[in-house]
């Protein structure tokens, strides 16, 4: 009868733990389904998993976590960028080449060649994180235009304040019972 421990999603099991499974289905004394209740493993899957490693050697310690380091790649300036794109196309775009000679990542190369492809401009490269809000216009129609944009913020925000004064002051006048009264608000 085939009986599955039920264990939490994230259980994690010792070094000792594995080890121990491993040598045991290897040893041939146990069947996997005896392995699996005794050392209270999830499935069988899990079980080839550490065997696959262990045959490997590379069932360690690294392996008795599932913890993963993110590996941030290194910092590239304007420049660098523009120097790996366009050794990128002159070397008929052989990103991994790139990547390696200049030790970024292959997507990085790729990204960028991509982006200098599409508008042909190296100021595409550049990394405006942040820095879009304070951009001077370039020619009078998008001066004009931010002009228009920043007129209708004043004139939305004007119109939320007066429709916040006249609510305020309908519930001010709810309080009031009569509509001579002097305690009564003005329009």
Do not use: C
């Given at each position: ?10 259980h ?50 690294a ?48 990204s ?24 001077t ?43 001579d ?7």
């Amino acid at each position: 009868m085939y009986t599955k421990y039920f264990t939490l999603p994230n259980h994690r099991y010792t070094l000792q733990t594995k080890r121990s499974a491993v040598k045991a289905y290897l040893s041939g004394t146990l069947s996997g389904q005896a392995i699996l209740n005794r050392y209270q493993i999830r499935s069988l899957s899990q079980l080839h998993q550490w065997i696959v490693r262990y045959n490997s050697g590379q069932l360690s310690v690294a392996y008795a976590t599932r913890k993963r380091a993110r590996k941030v790649g290194r910092k590239v300036t304007f420049e660098e960028k523009r120097q790996i794109t366009q050794w990128t196309i002159d070397h008929e775009y052989n990103y991994q080449a790139a990547a390696e000679k200049f030790n970024v990542s292959y997507q990085r190369v790729y990204s960028w060649v991509r982006k200098y492809q599409r508008t042909h401009d190296w100021e595409s490269l550049q990394d405006n994180r942040g820095r879009h809000k304070g951009k001077t216009p370039t020619n009078e129609v998008e001066r004009l235009r931010q002009e228009v944009r920043q007129l209708k913020a004043k004139a939305k925000e004007r119109e939320v304040q007066i429709a916040f004064a006249k609510k305020l002051v309908e519930i001010h006048n709810r309080e009031v019972e009569r509509p001579d009264d002097i305690k009564r608000f003005r329009k």
